[in-house]
């Protein structure tokens, strides 16, 4: 039973911009915090953003100014709007939250280059 499922990588050039989506099903998404978080080629997975489940925003420090987390609690939806992305942002973004933030999507890929 899929509950999480992302969508809208891509491929862009630099300076560009992607807008991430998460759909979740509501016993997901209701009143928890949802997250993104990425993982690129060889490296660990790391945190990207956090969003509390009354819109409170946290970014790590390398996207903070560039990236936008939000959501649509009427369609149990959370964003990552993308902007002035770098070579360095290419990654596999993947949705989190739910219970104890236990559950996860599938990812979407994301890959920055001219």
């Known amino acids: 039973q899929v509950q999480l499922v992302e969508s809208g990588g891509g491929l862009v050039q630099p300076g560009g911009s992607l807008r991430l989506s998460c759909a979740a099903s509501?016993?997901?998404?209701?009143?928890?915090?949802m997250a993104w978080f990425r993982q690129a080629p060889g490296k660990q997975r790391e945190w990207v953003a956090s969003?509390?489940?009354?819109?409170?925003?946290n970014y790590a420090g390398s996207v903070e100014g560039r990236f936008t987390i939000s959501r649509d609690n009427a369609k149990n939806t959370v964003y990552l709007q993308m902007n002035s992305l770098l070579p360095e942002d290419t990654a596999v973004y993947s949705c989190?939250?739910?219970?104890?933030?236990?559950?996860w999507g599938q990812g979407t890929q994301v890959t920055v280059s001219s």
């Open positions: 509501g016993s997901i998404f209701n009143g928890y915090g």
């Open positions: 989190n939250g739910g219970l104890n933030w236990s559950h």
């Open positions: 969003i509390g489940k009354n819109g409170g925003t």
